[in-house]
Each structure stands twice: as structure tokens, then as C-alpha cells.
């Protein structure tokens, strides 16, 4: 406030304010600091609604007021900021939905603080850190050493699932794919390099990673190649259909890890919770699962999260352990289309057989494939296919 009137503003009356914010260029909302619990208190609720109506560009100072710093949770009324100028270090709140939905674009000023020597929260991946992880073909690689990728997806019922899997799982840094299931002439007619068998994925060739689940229905022949896979020594990624045949001893009991890629409805229905309460618990939600079921989990939505049930990130991105969720802060509105979390899945797992940890192959698949949207968007609609099309670009772009 003295700063405010040292340039020369003015303090208004409280009876005032409304009128005054209806006005206004410019709103800075400092209402509430980063320790704030809850949404906002009624004596502020009119404020943030005057600007919400008004004309105005709506900057939050460190955080918008009555969102949660710590949890991206929104408790209650919450100022809706166009900008927000965050100090010293992004906080939660600004990266996770709900709360992110209410900051608009960040923007992180330096006020000297220094390097953080505790364990973060959250951690949130860049260009150079995605492009230290993904896999390089040395001049000895042939196609088996780089990974082969085995992808258990589709049914008669949803064969394009199969193709969609498939295709991010090509682009994705092994070197060669198997598919097993109901959809290898789509697949083959797509994409004639893959190697196709039906039956049991136990009779399909060595793989160094398996994707089950995509389109997979709810068959017997379903379940009984879910837990085949599972029954499997080598990493596996779960999604969609095959999430519903889980159990915690199931993927606890394993020798080899795994990898569960669940959208909110499906994590509601593992945890027991409604759907609705895992959208505004997104941290709590994504951290239950990979503590119940000993995964990591890909949690994906508006901000997709990754989290570990080991303490031990990858070397590869992190020197120390750390007990670090992290969120992807690639993507766009428009990659919410139907198949683009197939494409994700054959990605993930594409980069699990590579090489990559699975926290590694998760975030850094999720990174690629938010990327991959964005330059294959160019602001209009897109569909899943041409998200996995746009995957290339965005690998070299990294």
C-alpha cells in the first residue's frame, strides 16, 4: 500500500470497490498470500466477481486468491486471474487443475532467494530435460536391441484402438513392435512393419515391454490376456479397458514394474472415491494410486501427473532421489479427442522398452505427446492419428 501511494495511487473505500474494479485497465488481486486455506471469505467474494465481470486483465499477485497453493485444490470462490506473477519458485497451485484453470499464464520472477535445498512438491520436466532422457540408436543398435514393444489392444468391437496404440508405440524409440489381439488386419493395413500374432501373448515373441488394455473390452479372452501380460517379467503399461481387471496384490506381486495410465473416471473407480472428487484431489488422487497399487501412475487430464511409488527417480533426470510428482506442462484444449490416450499408451510404452525407468517413459511420454498436439494443432482441431503423425516433429524439436 505505501508503494501504491508513494506512485502516486490512491486507497478507495470499501463501499467503493465495485464500482471502481467495473472501471478499471488493470486488477491486481493480492487478497490472499500463498498460506490462504479455503476459498475466499464473503466480505471478498463481491471483489472477485466485479472483476470477473469486468473489462478488465486480472493479474494475481504470487497466487490467485482462494485457490490452494500446496494442492491445486479450489475449496470455495476463487479470483479468476487472465496472468499471474508468481516470486522465487512456481507453487502447486499454479500447475495443477483445478487451481491451474484459474491463473491463466504464469509468469515466475526471480526476487533472490536462491536454490531450494528441500525436496520439492512437484516437479514439472523441459525441452532439455525430455531431450536427455529419450533413446539414441548407437552404430551397433540393430531393431532388438533398441526394445521390441509388444501392444495387447482392440477387439472386434474397437479395432481403431489397436491401430491408434500401435502407431504411438511406432514412434516412440523401439525399435520394433509385436501386436497380439483381434485387430491385426487394421493394424497391418496401417502399419504393415508390425508384427502380428493372435492368442496368447505368452506365444507373440520376447518383448522388453508390454502395453495392455486399449479398446480391449471386457471379455474373458480379455481378462485372461491381462493377466497373462502381467504374469510377465518385463515392464507393463495398463490402460484403459485392462484397468478394470486390476487388483493391488496383483501388480504389487509383480517381479517387474508397472505403469498405470488411468483418466479420472478410471482412477475413481480404482480408488473407490466419485469422479468428481479425484478432478479436485488431483495430487492426493495420483499419489493414493501409486502408493496403493506400488506403480507409477499416469493420471491424465487438463495437467497430466506422474507419480512414483518409489522414492528413487530416474538418474537420468534426477541426480538425488525424490519423492517428486510430476506434471506435464505440454498439450492443448483440442487433445482431448477420443484415441489420443491409446496413442499415449503406445508411446509410454514404446519409451518403457527402450530403456527408460517408467517415471521417465511416463512424463517424458506424456511431454511428447502433449508437444506432438500442440505442433500438430496449430490452434484447430485435431484427431488422434494426427497427433501420433505429429509425434516426429515433436521429437525433433526436442
Known sequence: LAALLAAGGRAAAAEDAEALIGRADLVLDGIVGIGGKGGLRPAAVPLAEAAGASRALVVAVDLPSGVDADTGEVLGDAVHADATVTFGTYKPG????????????????????????????????????????????????????????????????Y?????????????????????????GDAVLARHPEVLVSTGSPHGAGRVQAWVVGPGLGDSPEARQAVTDVLATSVPVLVDADALRFLSPSAVRERSAPTVLTPHAGEAAALLG????????????????????????????????????????????????????????PTGVAWLATAGSGDVLSGLAGSLLAAGLSPLDAASCGAYVHGLAARLGSGGAPLSALDVASAIPTAWRSL
Request: aromatic residues 4%.
Open 159 to 183: 479395432p481403431g484402438a489397436a491401430v491408434l496404440a500401435v502407431s504411438g508405440a511406432l514412434r516412440g524409440g523401439a525399435g520394433a513392435v509385436r501386436y497380439v489381439g483381434p485387430g
Open 94 to 157: 499454479l500447475l495443477i487443475d483445478p487451481a491451474a484453470a484459474f491463473a491463466g499464464a504464469p509468469r515466475l520472477v526471480d526476487i533472490g532467494l536462491g536454490p531450494y535445498l528441500g525436496e520439492p512438491e512437484l516437479e514439472a520436466l523441459q525441452h532439455a530435460d525430455v531431450a536427455a532422457a529419450l533413446p539414441r540408436p548407437g552404430e551397433s543398435s540393430d531393431k532388438y536391441r533398441r526394445g521390441v514393444v509388444g501392444v495387447v489392444a482392440g477387439s472386434g468391437r
Open 273 to 328: 472415491w466419485a469422479r468428481e472428487e479425484v478432478e479436485a484431489r488431483r495430487l492426493d488422487a495420483v499419489r493414493g494410486l501409486a502408493g496403493r497399487f506400488g506403480a507409477t501412475v499416469l493420471l491424465k487430464g487438463a495437467t497430466t501427473l506422474v507419480a512414483s511409488a518409489s522414492a528413487s527417480a530416474s538418474p537420468s533426470l534426477s541426480p538425488s532421489p525424490s519423492p517428486a510428482v510430476r506434471v506435464n
